[in-house]
């Protein structure tokens, strides 16, 4: 997961260029443009986020072959699929938030759920989520928050809070998310604003207080940030919770914190977009997804919440005891998820975005 705007200019160049690729690339050429039988399915995911074996024993379950493209952040996936045709991808991996966004772009398909078998699988506390009633166009995937890795044994400060990433002794030494809606949302919690904060007045103390953070950073990562952590580039991370799962197993001095004024907490989904050559092979592609031994599978590798509670039963306590890997229904309820903003608020938090990576 592990699951991000970026400046203007760096929207129009994510959707002027193309981003890695995993296997042959991108093939929009086979299969049924009304969705029939398909031998290739273009799939559009996060990076470091579906293990390659899924992708293989999928292959050899279908024989249709699977062409991985990935995106870092939400706003990055939008622009692609905005910029290239209709038809490009057969599957998008979207937050929360951006489900709603697609949907009221009139972005995304219907699903067939009676295509989607295995949607059983997901917990009851999961489905028919407020940016996607009744699940017509979207299925969980993987989740988690956005939390705090300290490596105890270089930090002595005790970090219990993001207001505590703000202190000058952690200079140059932190690690976060590529993510303006992250980054900018974990500052307005620490000062006990919502992440949805509108209000010109406020968002101009939001602004102060997040370009009082930028001496603290070294380095920006959505895609890998337990590599700094792991190698002691960085002591302390604003990291996806999977993300300081895998760190900790690497090192054992690094441990996780939930921030005491509530996380930034999210859930990715599998969405068909519009105009998909290959619907059918995509939804068959989901169901697969949601069988518990391919869930399972997928959280070993890339250990972020899991919705699929038959997979969460099969993998035992390694999982559901290790509060990094699943954290707490208590860190889930305190915490808050990102929503839609008006294109003006938008606008200031991109403007935010680019003085803080100036």
């Known amino acids: 997961m592990t699951k991000k705007i970026k400046s203007m200019l760096a929207l129009g160049l994510v959707a002027a260029m193309a981003v890695g690729i995993t296997g042959c690339g991108i093939n929009t ?18 990076t470091e986020y579906i293990p390659d074996s899924v992708i293989q024993n999928f292959e050899k379950e279908t024989g249709i072959k699977v062409n991985v493209t990935t995106f870092s952040s939400n706003e990055d996936m939008l622009a692609k699929v905005k910029a290239e045709a209709e038809g490009t991808y057969d599957i998008v991996q979207p937050s929360d938030y951006m489900v709603k966004q697609m949907i009221s772009q009139d972005m995304l398909e219907k699903l067939d759920k009676d295509k989607l078998t295995n949607l059983k699988n997901i917990g009851e506390q999961y489905l028919n989520p407020s940016y996607d009633p009744d699940n017509t166009y979207s299925v969980p995937y993987q989740g988690g928050v956005a939390a705090i890795a300290v490596n105890t044994k270089k930090v002595k400060k005790e970090i219990t809070s993001y207001n505590d990433l703000f202190d000058p002794s952690l200079k140059n030494s932190l690690v976060v998310l590529d993510d303006y809606r992250a980054v900018i949302g974990m500052t307005e919690r620490s000062m006990g604003l919502s992440m949805n904060e509108t209000d010109p007045d406020k968002l101009k103390e939001v602004e102060q207080k997040l370009l009082t953070l930028k001496d603290n950073i070294k380095v920006y990562d959505s895609d890998s940030p337990k590599s700094s ?14 993300e300081i799962a895998l760190a900790m197993e690497e090192n054992p001095d690094i441990k996780i914190v939930f921030p005491k004024e509530g996380a930034y907490v999210f859930m990715d989904n599998w969405a068909i977009p519009k105009g998909a050559k290959h619907k059918d092979a995509a939804e068959k592609f989901i169901n697969y997804i949601l069988e518990p031994e391919t869930s399972e599978a997928i959280s070993k590798e890339f250990p972020y919440l899991n919705p699929n509670t038959a997979a969460v039963k099969a993998m035992g306590a390694d999982y559901t005891d290790n509060e990094a890997k699943n954290p707490p229904e208590s860190v889930i309820s305190a915490g808050e998820y990102v929503d839609n903003l008006d294109t003006d608020t938008i606008a200031t938090l991109d403007s935010m975005w680019t003085k803080l990576k100036g």
Do not use: E, K
């Not at 399915?41 to 996060?46: A, C, D, H, P, S």
């Open 29 to 46: 050429s086979g299969g049924s443009s009304s969705g029939g039988d398909a031998d290739s399915l273009n799939i559009f995911v996060w």
């Open 229 to 242: 952590l792991i190698s002691g580039d960085c002591t302390v991370g604003f990291c996806w919770s999977a």
